[in-house]
């Protein structure tokens, strides 16, 4: 096996594994790591169509309607229409996915901690991110990500 595809194996192994994990940090609330992504993109930028919402997912390349489908289903989520446009449906929070939201944020920083304290403290961990970024340089990964650090950084 040559160097690009150990980087290859290991960038999806990687992902898997942290995926698997935090799956189990979030099991005990009965929802994935990909609804949970969801539950805070409408936790601090609600309401939004699914398009919109679609836009600002890292975890979702094409449309997550089965994904908030569930989140409904769960009672988690609910759709109204839209204000601006009688045609169009929104997405919000219901007062149970509000609640779930600051004990997701506990999940996640203990996942977050998880990852950062198994990383070798040989590892500068901006120049590790560093990498990664010049990875989907150029992508709508990339788009994606800006685009939610735009929200975070309004929210503070």
Do not use: W
């Amino acid at each position: 096996m040559n160097n690009a595809d150990l980087l290859r194996y290991l960038i999806n192994a990687v992902q898997k594994e942290g995926h698997k994990k935090y799956a189990e940090f979030l099991s005990p609330l009965g929802i994935t790591p990909n609804q949970s992504e969801v539950l805070q993109v409408l936790s601090k930028k609600e309401p939004l169509s699914l398009k919109e919402l679609g836009n600002l997912l890292i975890c979702e390349s094409k449309s997550p309607s089965r994904l908030v489908q569930r989140l409904v289903e769960n009672g988690f989520i609910y759709k109204s229409k839209s204000i601006d446009d009688n045609r169009k449906s929104v997405l919000h929070l219901t007062s149970q996915g509000r609640e779930l939201i600051p004990i997701i944020k506990e999940k996640e920083k203990l996942f977050n901690d998880y990852n950062l304290s198994s990383l070798p403290s040989t590892i500068d961990i901006e120049d590790f991110i560093a990498v990664l970024k010049y990875q989907i340089q150029g992508t709508e990964s990339e788009q994606k990500i800006e685009k939610r650090r735009k929200i975070d950084s309004s929210l503070n």
